[in-house]
């Protein structure tokens, strides 16, 4: 092919950008599994890393302290995401590894309505089937030191099998709690929400909201680091045993039917 002069021709060319206004990312790792049939479903830890910007910047409802905008997220979701940090080089570390596969899962947009979780479970990198459980951690770095409230267990076996795991564990000197604040629709509120939604039995780890919240208070010196190392450690045994497990989780009828209204309500 030559190029061709044309004389005395003009041509218009258009073409319409339709993009969005950003892309922030997930982060995704994964460690396979060690049995040749387990490996084959997935375990999945979430939690989200970004947070809400400064105050007076959007819809966000950060509001500033004097000065200070910056909305500083250390237990909103540095306390999380630190876990799932932890919790991926913990697992790694094991002489032998777990027997389903783990996907430890960073995501983004969580403030903005739970955007990144809901782009994986849509556009997940694993057949969406083959994903057994989802353990979500949002805020466990705050209040009382020895309790975590844990929702979503009434729905499946995986509440059971958390209180057996935390049974066992003494030394970590936790009470995990049902959901203590109903009224304020937590179930709705963060990533364990979208894989709720396509029906993989979910979890969500969570101590509680406090007059930093949301706000540039959030700050790391608050955070009760023995606390969420207590928790990151309870969710290790409980994710082993949710992924050396022959059976995976099993959701309660009654629980499903429970999910399926609440998930309808917001899909
Ligand atoms: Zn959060």
């Known amino acids: 092919v030559r190029p061709v002069e044309l004389p005395g021709v003009t041509a218009h060319v258009g073409a319409s950008l339709d ?36 105050a007076g910047t959007g819809s966000w409802d950060c509001r500033p302290v004097g000065d200070n905008r910056i909305c500083n997220g250390a ?17 790694a570390l094991l002489p032998e590894r777990p027997r389903r596969s783990l996907i430890f899962l960073a995501v983004s947009g969580e403030e903005k309505g739970l955007l990144g979780s809901a782009h994986f479970v849509d556009n997940p990198t694993v057949p969406v089937e083959a994903i057994v459980a989802n353990i979500n951690m949002d805020m466990i770095g705050r209040n009382h030191p020895d309790s975590v409230v844990v ?5 499946s076996s995986l509440g059971p099998l958390l209180h057996q795991v935390n049974d066992r564990h003494p030394e970590l000197g936790l009470t995990v709690a049902d959901d203590l604040w109903p009224e304020q629709r937590f179930f709705y509120r963060s990533d ?18 406090h007059e930093d919240y949301h706000r540039p208070t959030d700050t790391a010196d608050r955070i ?26 099993r959701w309660d009828p009654a629980g499903l039917d429970e999910v399926r209204r609440l998930t309808s309500q917001r899909r």
Not at 30 to 45: A, C, K, M, Q, W
Not at 192 to 209: D, K, L, M, Q
Not at 225 to 249: C, E, M, S, W
């Open 19 to 54: 993009r969005p206004a950003a892309m922030p990312p997930n982060v995704v790792g994964i460690l396979p599994g060690s049995d040749p049939e387990l490996r084959n479903t997935y375990v999945v830890f979430s939690a989200h890393f970004d947070h809400v910007g400064t």
């Open 75 to 91: 237990d909103d979701n540095a306390s999380g995401t630190t876990a799932i940090l932890e919790l991926a080089e913990a697992f």
């Open 151 to 155: 929702i979503g267990q009434t729905y």
């Open 192 to 209: 364990h929400f979208s894989f709720a939604r396509r029906e993989i039995p979910a979890i969500f780890f969570f101590t509680g909201v």
């Open 224 to 249: 009760d680091v023995d606390k969420v190392t207590r928790i990151t450690r309870l969710v290790f045994h409980y994710g082993l045993a949710i992924a050396n497990q022959v059976q995976p989780p």
